[in-house]
């Protein structure tokens, strides 16, 4: 088994920061790639960022320059500080792992719970 628990969402005025949390448990033996991802009302899940084992990162447009996504590979753990928000940022945010479960084995993906920000004034 495998758990993705996500914590740090919740209500935050326009201009504020919050930093969500991830920690990956259960039977892994390597984490490839972990992400961000978001989905707001009404509207289609979209990445928001992601990070490989080697710390390289990539950001959808919208956030770069405001949101940084880091890992601690020895806790399993990734972190998205997100900077400068924006009502627009409001949605169910989502932790997403690409890892596998033992050394020759097929990589596998894994979902969090979502936790909410909700960007308001």
């Known amino acids: 088994q495998v758990q993705l628990v996500e914590s740090g969402g919740g209500l935050v005025q326009p201009g504020g920061s919050l930093t969500l949390s991830c920690a990956a448990s259960?039977?892994?033996?390597?984490?490839?790639?972990m992400g961000w991802y978001r989905q707001a009302p009404g509207k289609q899940r979209e990445l928001v960022a992601v990070?490989?084992?080697?710390?390289?990162?990539s950001y959808t447009d919208s956030v770069k320059g405001r949101f940084t996504i880091s890992r601690d590979n020895a806790k399993n753990t990734v972190y998205l500080q997100m900077n400068s928000l924006k009502p627009e940022d409001t949605a169910v945010y989502y932790c997403n792992a690409n890892l596998l479960r033992a050394a020759i084995s097929i990589p596998g993906t894994y979902w969090g719970q979502g936790t909410q920000v909700t960007v308001s004034s």
């Open positions: 259960g039977s892994i033996f390597s984490i490839l790639l």
């Open positions: 990070i490989t084992s080697g710390a390289s990162t």
